[in-house]
């Protein structure tokens, strides 16, 4: 019988494999650090068009609007196992000079994920066809300036490490020598630690892990934060050898050597070894904490629930209970304890169903003030687009009006 289970077991968890594991990665960098290189050569593939990454502002005010940029990929690996690779992109992000609505941008969007996954577990019928948009990694790009961390990567690192697993990246690897990189990786944890910056440093139990993964995660943190190369061309050696790599004239560069930079080790812990741990550490984690801060009101009036103390009250309400119907039931009172008892329970009961429905209220509530919040930005957006518009078409008539003029002074003369 037990070998029927496991293969029954077994089958079913191919099926699961064969139907392919859904994982969300979101670039984060400023532009020129190489972030849509990255990306086609982690998948492989021409995934970005390099050439129209580069954003310029729309007007004279210098500011560079942020855009999410999604991109899917399905990856195979040798044992037919597929990934669905959700990639979010980020051009525009801090490229202005105030760069603040980059990062209420960017916390939206995460949280309206996380909002999503909470209606749908308070549905009486669930969508069997519901897609999980949360973000289960969050790749950080700095480039290395000899300087540790800007002020823009501690803010961001600050803002969305309680809401995201944050991995920092040092881009453009190439460009430093063995001791610069060294340097460099120092300057910048050193610069973590000090601010204490939440970032998914490989977090594991010491009582629950075995040498082997305890060797492993204590081997990534060393190499925090992560150096990578990218390419988007591939050359052939030797008229066998085919390498994705970079040329230069002193020669050629492969961005898979594992000795001039982590790309290699970065690819495999993302879409191999701490696939599921990412996305574990995302949903017991990451978003039990935003769900029990967002039921118990700790995001819109900053009260946060102690569920220890709760408990613990509630412990000692039952037992108050139980010693009152102790007393009364050695009192020979048996209908009357009775009575206090279904009382207790009906109090209960009605008290669970209130805070289901206020938790459940208070979701929707919020759900609709970002809504609000959202609609009230674009319309500030939309008016915004239509005093350009209305500026550039005054433009174009005065500018018609002058040839107008011009022209009719030429034919007079």
Known sequence: MSSIIEASAALRKRKHLKRGINFTIMVVGQSGSGRSTFINTLCGQQVVDTSTSVLRPNDNSTAIDLQLRHEMVELEDDD??????????????????????????????????????????????RNPRF???????????????GHGLKEIDVEFMKQMGPL???????CKAD????????????LIMDDINYYA?????????????????????????????????GSNDVYELDNKTIIRGRKYPWGMLDVEDPNISDFVI???????????????????????????ETLSGGNSNGNHRNPSTSDNKLHNDDAS????????????NTSKSVGIEGESATRKTSNGKNETYLAREEQIKLEEERLKAFEERVQQELKLKRKELLQREQELREIEERLENESSVKQDH
């Not at 460009?175 to 120092?186: I, Q, R």
């Not at 209970?321 to 020979?332: C, M, P, Q, R, S």
């Open 175 to 186: 460009s430093l020598t063995v001791e610069e990189l060294k340097f460099n990786k120092k």
């Open 197 to 229: 910056l939440p970032i998914y440093n490989f977090p594991f139990e010491e009582d629950d892990i075995s040498d082997e993964d305890y060797q492993t995660n204590t081997y990534l943190r060393s190499l925090l934060p992560f150096s990578v190369i």
């Open 164 to 170: 995201v697993n944050i991995i920092p990246v040092i």
């Open 321 to 332: 209970v139980t010693n009152v119907e102790d007393i009364k039931t050695l009192g020979n």
């Open 266 to 292: 970065l690819r495999n812990t993302l879409l191999i070894s701490h696939l599921n741990d990412l996305k574990e550490y995302t949903h017991e984690i990451l978003y039990e904490r935003y769900r029990t």
């Open 80 to 125: 037919g196992v597929k990934i669905q690779l959700n990639i979010i992109d980020t051009p525009g992000f801090g490229d202005s000079l105030d760069n603040s609505s980059n990062f209420d941008i960017i916390k939206d969007y995460i949280c309206h994920q996380y909002d999503e996954i909470l209606l749908e577990e308070s549905r009486v019928r």
């Open 131 to 145: 897609k999980d948009g949360r973000i289960h990694c969050c790749l950080y790009f700095i480039q290395p300036s």
